[in-house]
Nanobody, 120 residues
Framework: QVQLVESGGGLVQAGGSLRLSCAAA????????MGWYRQAPGKQRELVAH???????AYTDSVKGRFTISRDNANNTVYLQMNSLTPEDTAVYYC??????????????WGKGTLVTVSS
C-alpha cells in the first residue's frame, strides 16, 4: 500500500511564502510524474504544477513565476515552494503521484490534502 503524506500548509499573509512537502511511503520501486493540485471552495480541482520523472516542469498560468515544484527521487518526495502568495491561492492542496510502481503493480495515488489560507 502506498500513502502520500502532505505537510507545510497553514495560514500566511498575502505576499508571504509557504513550502509544501509530500512524501510517498510504501514499497515503491519508482514513481512517474508527481504533481500538486488545488481545490478552492466552490471550484473544481485544478492542476497547479507537474514534474515528470525526467523532463520539464509545468505550471498553471496563475502561479508561473511564483511557485516552484521540485522532487527528491531518492526519498520519493515532491515539494512546492510558493512565493508571493495571494488570497486567490487559498485552497486545499493535494499531492498526486502517477505511475507508482510497486510489487502490486502500477497505480496512481493521492494525498489527503493540506489547507493553505492566505489572508489579505
Amino acid at each position: 500500500q502506498v500513502q502520500l503524506v502532505e505537510s507545510g500548509g497553514g495560514l500566511v499573509q498575502a505576499g508571504g511564502s509557504l513550502r509544501l512537502s509530500c512524501a510517498a511511503a510504501g514499497s515503491i520501486f519508482s514513481i512517474g510524474a508527481m504533481g500538486w493540485y488545488r481545490q478552492a471552495p466552490g471550484k473544481q480541482r485544478e492542476l497547479v504544477a507537474h514534474i515528470p520523472s525526467g523532463g520539464r516542469t509545468a505550471y498553471t498560468d496563475s502561479v508561473k513565476g511564483r511557485f516552484t515544484i521540485s522532487r527528491d527521487n531518492a526519498n520519493n518526495t515532491v515539494y512546492l515552494q510558493m512565493n508571493s502568495l495571494t488570497p486567490e491561492d487559498t485552497a486545499v492542496y493535494y499531492c498526486n503521484a502517477a505511475g507508482v510502481r510497486t510489487v502490486r503493480g502500477i497505480m496512481d495515488c493521492w494525498g489527503k490534502g493540506t489547507l493553505v489560507t492566505v489572508s489579505s
